[in-house]
């Protein structure tokens, strides 16, 4: 079966500007997640959904961020305006939802903002 | 709340000798466990998942692991280490009984020398 899929792989753009991000879940995945993933650092929770609701986006900074999961399969992260500390890898990740189930990732989306 | 610790920023080791990656987990529920890598460039992959069955965990590429509640520990360990093993390793934790997402510890990032 296909994986994760996100685009693009790589993104550089001027602080204050608008950026996006596309991710496509396993097909039957109900549960889709956002990281955030620092330099040497472990991926962080931005937002988390089922189906097509966000159960879990504590952290995510609403002032310039946001999600959309659309008919509760493909999935967008925007940010506007970036700022250079956005400067990270964003990853998506797919699972069937389930307390012991494994979540399955894409390959990122490394943003760099100059 | 879920957290994980993992106990050593960087581990080298010797092609052949033993591996073991430290890791210990806070959860008020039980939890579940799972070890995840991430090579250069390229997406986590599951190594293996610990969800209250067995505590002995097999995974893949000669990895395994132990669920110990009273240390509240899950070590990774590998017998004998291969070039192809260097890679950052993530210890994740879930709880078991709760609505929650994956909590990932900082990362251990393993060299293995020739």
């Known amino acids: 079966e296909a994986g994760v899929v996100q685009s693009p792989r790589y993104k550089i753009i001027e602080k204050k500007q608008p950026v996006a991000f596309w991710c496509n879940p396993i097909s039957g995945h109900n549960t889709l997640y956002w990281y955030l993933q620092n330099l040497g650092q472990g991926p962080e929770l931005l937002i988390r959904y089922e189906n097509e609701e966000a159960v879990d986006d504590s952290q995510l900074p609403k002032d310039r961020f946001s999600a959309e999961r659309l008919k509760g399969v493909d999935s967008t992260l925007k940010i506007q305006p970036a700022e250079l500390g956005d400067s990270a890898v964003y990853l998506c990740?797919?699972?069937?939802?389930?307390?012991?189930?494994?979540?399955?990732f894409g390959q990122g989306t490394r943003l760099t903002v100059v | 709340a879920q957290s994980v610790t993992q106990l050593d920023s960087h581990v080298s080791v010797s092609e052949g000798t033993p591996v073991l990656l430290r890791c210990n987990y806070s959860s008020s529920y039980s939890p579940s466990l799972f070890w995840y890598v991430q090579h250069p460039n390229k997406g986590l992959q599951l190594l293996l998942k610990?969800?209250?069955?067995?505590?002995l965990v097999k995974g893949i590429n000669g990895f395994e692991a132990e669920f110990k509640k009273s240390e509240t520990s899950f070590h990774l360990t590998k017998p004998s280490a291969h070039m192809s093993d260097a890679a950052e390793y993530f210890c994740?934790?879930?709880?078991?009984?709760?609505?929650?997402?994956?909590?990932f510890g900082k990362g251990t990032r393993l060299s293995v020398i020739a």
């Open positions: 994740v934790v879930r709880a078991l009984g709760g609505n929650t997402p994956l909590v």
């Open positions: 990740a797919s699972s069937r939802g389930g307390a012991n189930t494994e979540a399955f």
């Open positions: 610990y969800t209250s069955a067995a505590t």
